[in-house]
Structure formats: structure tokens, C-alpha cells
């Protein structure tokens, strides 16, 4: 009989990908607030020939759905509203609560089983550290400051480690940039082509990522190391600087003109596609110090060759 893994909004590209990822060794469970058939992503996870279940939840209340988390080896939570959008007032709230209410249900319905999981990953995001130029930020960093972002990664990781599971080992991921076939790389590789694929801002930001694949076996790793728990930093060793990394995909790409996207232009162009300057404009220079110390080898560890891959397999 095959082990059951649980990813809680797990339809949007990182979930897809862990879900292909643990698929056909585990029975692969979906948590998805979508209607069946209302998007592509749904549509995509539910053709895999019955090897992944989705299974309707709201996010908020406990329900028949909690019942698959029973003797699951592995709970993944990811839920949450996309924080590309425009900080409004409707969607700072729609932003925060959707990630407080969902770790806060799952920790009452894992309370109420007999059989909880062994592990809980919790996403969070390495957005928790300052805007840092000076020094790279790792587990043991002071959280220094405390605007919309940094409140909103506070309230969630808060919520995850009050919940009461004393016999379900816990793990905070904070994950850097995701790199993968979808998600960011669509925007930022349509900037590319279009010809502006210069740097944005000053470019001097740092710019801290991690390739999907070793976020899949950082994740196999956690779960075969059971003296990990608490806060992990998900983001590959060699962050660089947005300049660089705009240079990279350049190159990788082959367009060779990049004209720069200045400050002001940023914050126009967040303007009118509805998104906010500081995902493009924040320094996020941080470090996965507690994984490398643990034994973590990353297979994509350099910019290069990460783009490489993600390039050459689209």
C-alpha cells in the first residue's frame, strides 16, 4: 500500500510540481478551494490517470477533507492568495487571512486524529528578512523590520508553531524565488524578449532564488532527516545580484540587447499590470545555512546552470 502525502493548495505551479514530483510512489493528495473544472491547473492535475486526488476544502473549516490527513507520512501546506497583486486593503486581508486561517485549521483537524502525520511542512517565505545590501541573511538573523510583507510572514509562522501537535514532527520553510518551468520565469522571460531584460532599479538588489527541483529534494531530505525541524531557509547558496541574474537569462536566452527598467519605471509598470514594486525592488539576500550544515547538496547551486536547465527544457 502506498503512503499518502497531502499538499494543501496545491494547484498553483509549486504544488503541481511537488505533486508530479511524489507521484506514482506516493498517493498524492490535493487540498484545492477550486470548483472542479474551473481552471487549467486544476484541469492539468486531475487528467494524471487517478494517481492524484483533489479534494475539495475552503480553507477555513474542518470537513471531510480532514479525514485524508489521516496516517498521511507528510502534510505540505501552501495555501495562500498570490502576493502579486496591488496591497490593497481588500487584498492585504484576503493575503494574510487566507494563510492564517488554513495553517490554523490544519493544525486543529492534525489535533483530532488518531493517526496524524509524522511531518508538516509549512511554507513561508524568505521575505521575512530585511531589504538586505550589507550582509546575507540566515535562520539566526534578527527580523528587523515590519512593513505589510514582513507582518504578514510573522502572523503566518506564528499561527503554524501555536498549533498544537506535540507528535507531528514541524518544519517553517522560508523559500526564496522559485525557478522553474512556469511561475516567475514566464514574466521575467517575456521581459527578456520583449527587450527589456536589463536590470530593474539599480540592479544591485540581491536576488535569492532556489531551482524547483532542489526544493523537491530538500523536501525528500527533511523528510528522511528527522532531527530537522523548526525554520529552514529554502533558497540556493549563491544568491547574485538582480544584474546578474538579469545578464544570465539574457545570455542563456540569446537576445543580447537588455535595456534597464529604472525605479520609477517599476513602480509605473507594477501600476498598471496590478502588482507591487518591492517584489522586483527588495534585496533578498539569504542564505540556506541550517540545510548546507545538515548536509544538504544542492544540484543547482549556481544561477548558470539553473537557467540552463529551465531554458533548455521548455
Avoid at 18 to 38: F, I, M
Avoid at 47 to 65: E, P, T
Avoid at 179 to 188: R, S
Wanted: aromatic share 8%; glycine share 8%.
Amino acid at each position: 500500500m502506498k503512503k499518502k502525502i497531502v499538499i494543501a493548495g496545491g494547484t498553483g505551479f509549486i504544488g503541481q510540481q511537488l505533486a508530479l514530483w511524489y507521484t506514482p510512489e506516493y498517493e498524492v493528495v490535493v487540498l484545492s478551494r477550486e470548483v472542479n473544472g474551473q481552471n487549467n491547473s486544476y484541469n492539468c492535475l486531475n487528467k494524471m490517470n487517478g494517481s492524484i486526488r483533489i479534494v475539495h476544502w475552503n480553507g477555513a473549516d474542518i470537513d471531510k477533507w480532514s479525514e485524508e490527513l489521516e496516517d498521511a507520512e507528510m502534510l505540505i501546506n501552501l495555501s495562500g492568495k498570490s502576493v502579486n497583486c496591488r496591497y490593497t486593503e481588500k487584498n492585504k486581508k484576503a493575503i494574510l487571512d487566507s494563510r492564517i486561517r488554513s495553517t490554523q485549521v490544519l493544525g486543529r483537524a492534525i489535533s483530532l486524529l488518531n493517526k496524524p502525520p509524522q511531518l508538516w511542512i509549512n511554507a513561508a517565505s524568505a521575505t521575512i528578512y530585511r531589504h538586505a545590501i550589507d550582509a546575507a541573511q540566515d535562520e539566526q538573523s534578527e527580523l528587523l523590520q515590519n512593513d505589510f510583507s514582513v507582518q504578514v510572514c510573522k502572523e503566518w509562522e506564528k499561527a503554524f508553531f501555536a498549533a498544537d501537535t506535540p507528535v507531528t514532527r514541524k518544519v517553517c520553510l522560508r523559500m526564496a524565488i522559485v525557478l522553474g518551468n512556469g511561475g516567475v520565469m514566464v514574466p521575467y522571460t517575456n521581459l527578456v524578449k520583449a527587450g527589456l531584460g536589463g536590470k530593474q532599479g539599480s540592479g544591485k538588489q540581491m536576488f535569492s532564488w532556489i531551482h524547483m527541483t532542489d526544493l523537491c529534494r530538500l523536501i525528500d531530505f527533511i523528510r528522511d532527516h528527522s532531527r530537522l525541524e523548526g525554520i529552514l531557509n529554502a533558497s540556493a547558496p549563491m544568491p547574485v545580484r538582480n544584474e546578474v541574474f538579469m545578464q544570465t537569462l539574457r545570455k542563456i536566452c540569446k537576445v543580447r540587447i537588455g535595456f534597464p527598467m529604472y525605479r520609477w519605471m517599476v513602480h509605473l509598470g507594477a501600476r498598471i499590470i496590478g502588482t507591487e514594486p518591492e517584489l522586483m525592488l527588495k534585496s533578498r539576500w539569504v542564505i540556506p545555512a541550517r540545510l548546507c550544515d545538515a548536509g544538504f547538496v544542492f544540484r543547482y547551486g549556481n544561477i548558470d546552470k539553473a537557467l540552463d536547465d529551465i531554458i533548455r527544457k521548455r
